[in-house]
């Protein structure tokens, strides 16, 4: 048969376990034809390599002869790129598809008596044997199974830069197994297609992973399929044709060009041809009752082997079966490994960690050491451990055996969550400084990061905090902590702060969050309704390529979190906010993001702040020398006020100098002892809530 090259264009495949129509719209199970297009238009050439290769692949015939009896042995590693949901699938599900995929590979399956009997006398025992390797490229022990614990769980299939984990595709095949792909439930790319050899692997959802857990019977066959493909062949309607598009050939001599199938009926599968029934159980095909190959497709695959294609001979050879474990002694490197769900935890509770060591030779022993906890030293494999006091603590884990000794030392943030601030407390970042309970981290191995700037701020504010994002490589991301906050007597909390932001581009599409954690930070999650990047733009800053920096009040904006804010924390005696912000990854670059006068307060409606404002007045403010406070009350007694610093500590406190007429008033920096700068000025009176007002003092 000759080999239709069809030039069409594959429509993004939707996702779904099983072919069927909803709403006139194939929803398909494999992303293979989509990635495959989207690899060729960014690299035509490699597209026309490739298609020339076939041609002459298929008029050599080679693939034409017998099947030998040797057995084939693949060494498979699968990589689970997790965040501790069930996604994070079992050792036994694994197992479980290694199983499934001999079984398949080796006709084995006993539905293969299903095969309408057209196919019977060619179902093919392609004599492949799939084992997880024992030893990784390190040299050291592994059980072929590895974790990551990453966000890139949800799969981005544009992304080739992001097989960050894959072991040499010439000694191993690569699985990952993800939470969720962008276009399909699994995909990989055809051998020879001219992709890089780190994104020579496949991609599968962990829920279509073997038949038990969190998999079923019915989907188990997906990885059956995609190995298919890893392996050389097309999808049974040929490799530039799209599924029930137009009859289309594969290259292989024994499958009826057909067009495709997304259903089993048996009575209605001569579509291309009327004298010639389409192979519509294929392994290949996208119908729910896939039960074989063809001993064409069969040769057609240890062909591949063959011709050394994306270096599969390498793969199955004898040097690197030895190599990777899977035949012959396993002298491995012992290595130490282990991990918790948890890399915070408060005071006082238990974490649990996981030994994950890998121990090579005889005699192997793991002992953890603990400072600080208990237990300090233990022998178990699983170890619960409690941390009495705050701090930074170094979990340490020795493994050894005849094969040598190795240790791994990771540690873990004691957070003590339960003497929080109380507010009202407000942070200008006045001057530039930087308040010691404001701790800046940077999550992306970049030199930017949150900054103080002394320069300019907020409303009456001569300091701010911003990332300063020119210059800045795409996908940067950094956030600033608050303090704790204890909230346990405030029925009505509230916060406000300002920000200021330009888009570098129209299109940006940076990140901000508001995040939040009430288990010392065991977990954060999103503050809701933060307006997104493109509304704070549009309110302050607007696009601009040229570095952003506010030039007035009018290119800030103030957010006041009230209701959602008081549902969530009221009463909460530990809470923690952390300010988020990420550029965007497919952009140049971005433009810089301002943060200031973040102000924890209480807003219940037994305090001063439901006072009319007109009662509480500040004036001159700002002032070169004295302000006057005058507090219009029916009582005069128990106030005093506090006058606080930038960093909301206490630096004077004033009692009234005069209660008469109905009015409570005090004069502020009277002889004019306060250096320039903001300050706060702290109402104080028993049985009401304190409010915090500004002052400047020039």
């Not at 300063?468 to 909230?487: K, V």
Request: aromatic fraction near 10%; charged fraction near 20%; proline fraction near 5%.
């Amino acid at each position: 048969m000759s080999t239709k090259i069809l030039t069409l264009s594959i429509a993004i495949i939707l996702m779904a376990t099983t072919p069927s129509i909803m709403d006139g719209q194939q929803i398909l199970p494999c992303g293979h034809d989509h990635v495959l297009h989207q690899w060729w238009t960014k690299n035509p050439k490699m597209k026309e390599q490739y298609e020339q290769f076939s041609k002459w692949r298929q008029k050599s015939n080679i693939h034409q002869s017998d099947i030998r009896n040797t057995s084939i042995t693949i060494p498979v590693v699968f990589h689970i790129l997790h965040l501790n949901g069930p996604e994070n699938i079992s050792d036994a599900q694994i197992h479980d598809q290694i199983r499934i995929l001999n079984r398949d590979y080796q006709k084995m399956n006993a539905d293969t008596s299903q095969v309408v009997p057209a196919f019977k006398n060619n179902i093919a025992h392609v004599n492949f044997e799939f084992q997880l390797a024992s030893i990784d490229p390190e040299g050291n022990c592994t059980d072929g199974i590895v974790r990551h614990y990453t966000p890139k769980t949800t799969w981005n299939s544009s992304r080739l830069e992001d097989f960050t984990y894959t072991w040499p595709s010439d000694k191993y095949m690569n699985i990952y197994i993800v939470k969720k792909i962008d276009i399909a439930p699994a995909y990989t790319f055809l051998p020879g297609s001219g992709i890089p050899d780190y994104a020579d692997a496949i991609v599968c959802e962990s829920w279509l992973v073997g038949s038990i857990g969190t998999a079923t019977t019915a989907n188990s066959r997906v990885l059956t399929h995609e190995i298919g493909h890893w392996f050389g062949l097309p999808h049974i309607w040929g490799v530039s044709n799209a599924p029930g598009v137009e009859c289309g050939d594969d290259g292989v001599n024994d499958t009826p060009i057909t067009k495709g199938f997304t259903t089993c009926n048996p009575n209605n599968v001569k579509i291309c041809n009327p004298n010639i029934i389409e192979n519509h159980q294929n392994y290949m095909d996208y119908t729910p009752c896939k039960l074989m190959f063809t001993n064409g497709q069969a040769a057609y695959m240890r062909e591949t082997i063959t011709l050394g294609l994306n270096k599969r001979d390498r793969l199955v050879s004898e040097e690197n079966l030895l190599s990777t474990g899977i035949i012959g002694e396993k002298p491995c490197a012992t290595h130490a490994n282990f991990y918790s769900i948890y890399s915070n935890i408060c005071k006082g509770e238990t974490i649990r960690f996981y030994n994950l060591s890998q121990v090579g030779g005889e005699n192997g022993k793991i002992t953890w050491y603990i400072d600080g906890a208990s237990p300090s030293y233990s022998n178990d494999s699983i170890v619960d451990v409690t941390f009495p006091d705050q701090g930074e603590y170094e979990v340490k884990l020795v493994v050894s055996s005849t094969n040598g000794v190795d240790s791994l030392s990771k540690f873990i943030q004691v957070l003590d969550g339960s003497n929080g601030l109380t507010g009202p407390i407000l942070y200008s970042f006045e001057n530039g400084n930087l308040p010691s309970e404001i701790q800046i981290y940077n999550n992306q191995a970049t030199d930017v990061n949150w900054e103080t700037l002394s320069t300019l701020g907020a409303e009456l504010t001569e300091g701010c905090i911003f990332v300063n994002n020119i210059g800045s490589e795409p996908g940067n991301g950094a956030y600033f902590e608050t303090p704790f906050y204890n909230l346990s007597d405030n029925n009505k909390p509230s916060m406000s702060f300002y920000y200021s932001y330009a888009k570098a581009t129209s299109t940006q599409a940076d990140t901000f969050r508001l995040e939040y954690t009430l288990d010392c930070g065991k977990s954060w999650k999103n503050f809701p309704g933060m307006p997104g990047t493109n509304t704070m733009a549009s309110n302050t800053g607007g696009v601009t390529n040229s570095p952003f920096f506010p030039d007035g009040p009018n290119q800030w904006k103030k957010i006041t979190l009230t209701n959602t804010f008081q549902a969530l924390f009221k009463n909460k005696p530990s809470v923690k906010f952390r300010f988020f912000f990420k550029s965007d990854p497919s952009s140049n670059g971005s433009n810089n993001m301002f943060i200031d006068e973040i102000n924890i307060r209480n807003e219940s409606t037994t305090g001063l702040s439901d006072q009319n404002a007109a009662a509480i007045q500040l004036f001159p403010n700002p002032s070169a020398s004295d302000i006057v406070l005058e507090i219009m009350t029916e009582s005069y007694s128990d106030y005093h006020i506090e006058i606080l610093n930038f960093m909301g500590q206490v630096i004077d406190k004033l009692q009234p100098v005069a209660k008469e007429g109905g009015k409570v008033r005090f004069e502020i920096n009277k002889n004019n002892k306060m250096a320039s700068g903001i300050y706060g000025v702290k109402i104080v009176k028993e049985g009401l809530n304190d409010l915090v007002k500004k002052i400047v003092i020039l």
